[in-house]
T-cell receptor
Framework: NAGVMQNPRHLVRRRGQEARLRCSPM?????VYWYRQLPEEGLKFMVY????????ESGMPKERFSAEFPKEGPSILRIQQVVRGDSAAYFC???????????????FGPGTRLLVL | GENVEQHPSTLSVQEGDSAVIKCTYSDSASNYFPWYKQELGKGPQLIIDIRSNVGEKKDQRIAVTLNKTAKHFSLHITETQPEDSAVYFC?????????FGAGTRLTVKP
């Protein structure tokens, strides 16, 4: 039973390029969450998605960042025109069907470490 | 919204000793409290969780206690081993939001 999968594990981009991070939830899970983690810091919530719906994007910057979770395929976190401050580890988590973000156990993937040069 | 504070930020113990990490939360509506362990270069892994209808939960060397009145919960690791060395995160969630503590870096010295 595969866990949450993320790719790539490491991503290097130059300023101004686009970064695409992918997340495949655990089998049977239909809720996906994206978090950002700076070195020596905790996890900051970015966005919560269900299939084809963004439920809560209150933690995501209004510009340059977008997320989707299509009916088929992985969830994608997209960062356009990256800047050095975007360098961080981005973690995806998934949970089983649930009424809201808070009630269900979230299982994390291994993360994508983005470095912007 | 919810605010979670975690202490200490770093903790060093001798192998075989116990380690205790404490968290406080602000939202009295929070009803689910998971703990995650994050090893270097890896994602957070759930190690234990507790819901608001119980005061204590134990799983082998790991236990979590919850005091709803005081709005704090703690992680207890007994008979620590070097492989327990990692960063531990607490979290608190209500029906709408999950917030994480800033993490505790635990080092177990052999």
């Amino acid at each position: 039973n595969a866990g949450v999968m993320q790719n790539p594990r490491h991503l290097v981009r130059r300023r101004g390029q686009e970064a695409r991070l992918r997340c495949s939830p655990m089998k049977g899970h239909s809720h996906v969450y994206w978090y950002r983690q700076l070195p020596e810091e905790g996890l900051k919530f970015m966005v919560y998605l269900q299939k084809e719906n963004i439920i809560d994007e209150s933690g995501m910057p209004k510009e340059r960042f977008s997320a989707e979770f299509p009916k088929e395929g992985p969830s994608i976190l997209r960062i356009q025109q990256v800047v050095r401050g975007d360098s961080a580890a981005y973690f995806c988590a998934s949970s089983l069907m649930g009424a809201s973000r808070g009630l269900e156990t979230q299982y994390f993937g291994p993360g994508t470490r983005l470095l912007v040069l | 919204g919810e605010n979670v504070e975690q202490h200490p930020s770093t903790l060093s113990v001798q192998e075989g000793d116990s380690a205790v990490i404490k968290c406080t939360y602000s939202d009295s509506a929070s009803n689910y409290f998971p703990w995650y362990k994050q090893e270097l270069g890896k994602g957070p892994q759930l190690i234990i969780d507790i819901r608001s209808n119980v005061g204590e939960k134990k799983d082998q060397r790991i236990a979590v206690t919850l005091n709803k009145t005081a709005k704090h919960f703690s992680l207890h690791i007994t008979e620590t081993q070097p492989e327990d060395s990692a960063v531990y995160f607490c979290a608190a969630s209500n029906n709408n939001d999950m917030r994480f503590g800033a993490g505790t870096r635990l080092t177990v010295k052999p």
